[in-house]
Structure formats: structure tokens, C-alpha cells
């Protein structure tokens, strides 16, 4: 029943967590997002600096409210790829010296199979194989999970991240950062059809349509145009029907092109996780269409959809579960695809 002390500092969110053989038993999280706000985006630099200041208190408190002591652990484990490389050090540093202040083995997690995990917990917990629509502010994909830590990218956005996409339309609507959850407020009570904006095809060389690629660029000028045209004519925009009708399209594409993959995989359940899967019109979409095919759903709980230690102290479990650790050398990659996430463990590859 291995206990796992977990650190997460990809990003702007400082995290540390407790988990006992997949069971959460404290998750703290400081978000630095106000900060980085008056900025408009994440500044690196601001965010290493943070995360130094506050990850010793999270761990402290982690582990206090977990009634967990530092030498009752089992394993510790912290992102190390991918991510904003100053930030990621962090919590790998503190978590490589407090696998060996505590004597136990240190295990590095690849952000992306940290969000995986934050849907694969419960009891019982969803088995694959499986699909999986990973939506954050920096991946829109769709894996097929074979086996835990198997990973087969099948499709992805070709240029935005849906999150991403969320940031930047919410700020051409002048709506506060981070945009995801800004718009989702923004579109409530406004008319998802009153803007018909593009879903974003991909085609193919040899022509046709790509069956599951996203693109997210295309559907942003959209939305930039029809700003400038209310502006131009001097009228107030329409913020809640332009949010709606973005929000709409985002999630209608993401949805259809997720249950035909899986359906054309021949898998029996789709897994959606990140950020983005907080978003409250997506889940219902969701729900409604893999009752449809007869997929089982499987969605993140909300407090784990953006990021957080948790999921990364569950994939930790898992790894140390099949006898996996990594070497003490391991660094931080601030890009390593899914699919090598294997290499983590056994000799360092960077
Ligand atoms: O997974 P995450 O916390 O960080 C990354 O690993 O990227 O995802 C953050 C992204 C941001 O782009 C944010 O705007 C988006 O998730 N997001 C949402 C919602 N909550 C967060 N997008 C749409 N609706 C939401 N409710
Ligand atoms: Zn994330």
C-alpha cells in the first residue's frame, strides 16, 4: 500500500499532495494565477520564485493534514516534464532531497499522465483500455490507453490548445485571465446560436477532411472579426452571445470528434481530463453524447481538472505499483511527449 508524497510546479499553480495507494489523503494547492493576471499570462521567472516560497509550507501542511510523516513514505514524486523549465526545477530539486532525506525511491511524473490520472481514481477505478481527450492550456489530444502507460496519440489540435484558445478569446472580449473559467461565467444566459462561428477542419493532402484533428486558430480570428465589426460600428459587444457561441462550437467539435475516434477504435469508454474539463457546457455535452453511443464517461473530478499534486501523487502510486522509480540525476524537460514517458524510469534520458 505504497504512501506517496507528491510536488507539482509545472506551471502557475504550486501543489503538494498525499496519496495512499490511489486514495487522495490531502491536496494543497496555491494558486499564483492573481499574480500573473496583471501580466495577462504566466511570467516564468515570477513563477520559479513563487514556487520556491510556497511549496515548503504545502508540504508541511500536506503531510500534517494527511497525519503522514516524512519517514512513513514510500515513494516521492513531482512533475518533471513538461512544463516551464525554472518552475519545474523546483519541485524536482524538492522532491529528489526529500526522497533522500526520507530514504525512499523518487519518481518523476510527466505532467500529461498526472492529468491521466486525476479520472483514473475511484473505486473502482476506470480500467483500460480506453480513450482519452486531454484538454488543458497547452494540449488538446486524443490517446488511445491501451494499458497504463501505453500511450498511442491518435489526434490533436494543429495549431491552439483549447485552453489556450478559452485565454485568448476571453481577452478579445475583455474578460479577466484565465480565460476558461472567465467565458464559461460569461457565456451563462447568452445565445450559443446566434454566432455561427467555423468548427475548424483540417484538410488532408489527398483530400478530405481529417476524422479527428482539431484547429482552434481559425474559430479566434473568427471571433477578432466580429469584434471589430461591433466595434467599428460603435455598439457595445455582445459579450454573453459571442462567449456562448465560442464556448458552443469548442465544445461540439471536441465532442464529436472524441466519441468517432473511440467508436472507430472500438474502445468502450472515453476519459476527458484537464483544465478545459472543468467547463461546464463540455461535461454536459459529454455526458449527453457517450450516453448516446453507449461509451462510458469518465471525467475528472472539478477540483482535479486543473492542476494540482494529487494526480501527480496518483500516477506516482501507479508507477511505484509496477516497481518503477527514477534515477537521482534526472532533470526536468520542458517538452518530452507522452508516449516516452516510460523513459522517466530506469537511467535519466536528460
Ligand atoms: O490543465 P491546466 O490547469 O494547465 C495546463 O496544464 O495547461 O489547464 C489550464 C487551462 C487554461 O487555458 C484555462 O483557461 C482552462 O484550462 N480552463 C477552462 C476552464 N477552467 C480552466 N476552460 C474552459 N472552461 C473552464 N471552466
Ligand atoms: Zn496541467
Known amino acids: 500500500m505504497p504512501t506517496v508524497l507528491a510536488l507539482e510546479t509545472s506551471c502557475d499553480e504550486s501543489a503538494a499532495a498525499v496519496v495512499q495507494n490511489g486514495l487522495v489523503l490531502s491536496s494543497e494547492v496555491a494558486s499564483q494565477v492573481q499574480e500573473h493576471a496583471l501580466f495577462g499570462g504566466v511570467v ?61 525511491p523518487f519518481i518523476g511524473i510527466h505532467h500529461l499522465e498526472g492529468h491521466l490520472c486525476s479520472a483514473l481514481s475511484g473505486n473502482p477505478a476506470p480500467e483500460p483500455p480506453l480513450m482519452v481527450l486531454l484538454v488543458s492550456g497547452g494540449h488538446t489530444e486524443l490517446i488511445a490507453l491501451r494499458s497504463f502507460g501505453n500511450y498511442e496519440r491518435l489526434a490533436g489540435s494543429r495549431d491552439d490548445a483549447a485552453g489556450e484558445a478559452f485565454d485568448k478569446v476571453a481577452r478579445l472580449l475583455g474578460l479577466a485571465y484565465p480565460g476558461g473559467p472567465a467565458l464559461e461565467i460569461a457565456a451563462r444566459g447568452g445565445d450559443p446560436l446566434r454566432f455561427r462561428f467555423p ?55 471536441l465532442v464529436e470528434r472524441s466519441v468517432r475516434c473511440t467508436i472507430d477504435q472500438g474502445l468502450p469508454g472515453l476519459v476527458v481530463v484537464g483544465g478545459v474539463s472543468a467547463n461546464g457546457e463540455l461535461r454536459r455535452q459529454l455526458t449527453g453524447a457517450c450516453s448516446a453511443a453507449s461509451l462510458n464517461l469518465h471525467l475528472a473530478p472539478l477540483a482535479w481538472c486543473t492542476d494540482n499534486a494529487a494526480m501527480i501523487g496518483l500516477a506516482g502510486c501507479k508507477r511505484l505499483q509496477l516497481g518503477q522509480s527514477s534515477a537521482l540525476n534526472l532533470g526536468v524537460a520542458p517538452r518530452w511527449p507522452l508516449a516516452k514517458a516510460h523513459k522517466l524510469y530506469g537511467a535519466a534520458p536528460f
Open 44 to 104: 516564468p521567472e515570477l513563477a520559479s520564485r513563487r514556487h520556491v516560497e510556497a511549496l515548503p509550507h504545502l508540504v508541511e501542511s500536506a503531510l500534517t493534514k494527511a497525519q503522514i510523516e516524512l519517514s512513513s513514505l514510500d515513494g516521492v514524486a513531482a512533475t518533471v516534464a513538461p512544463g516551464l523549465l525554472g518552475a519545474l526545477m523546483v519541485g524536482s530539486v524538492t522532491g529528489r532531497c526529500l526522497a533522500q532525506l526520507a530514504g525512499v
Open 199 to 253: 468548427p475548424g477542419r483540417i484538410s488532408l493532402p489527398e483530400g478530405g477532411i481529417h476524422p479527428y484533428d482539431f484547429s482552434f486558430s481559425g474559430l479566434k480570428t473568427a471571433v477578432l472579426r466580429e469584434v471589430q465589426r461591433w466595434q467599428s460600428a460603435g455598439k457595445p459587444l455582445p459579450v454573453a452571445d459571442l462567449a456562448a457561441s465560442f464556448q458552443q462550437v469548442v465544445c461540439k467539435v
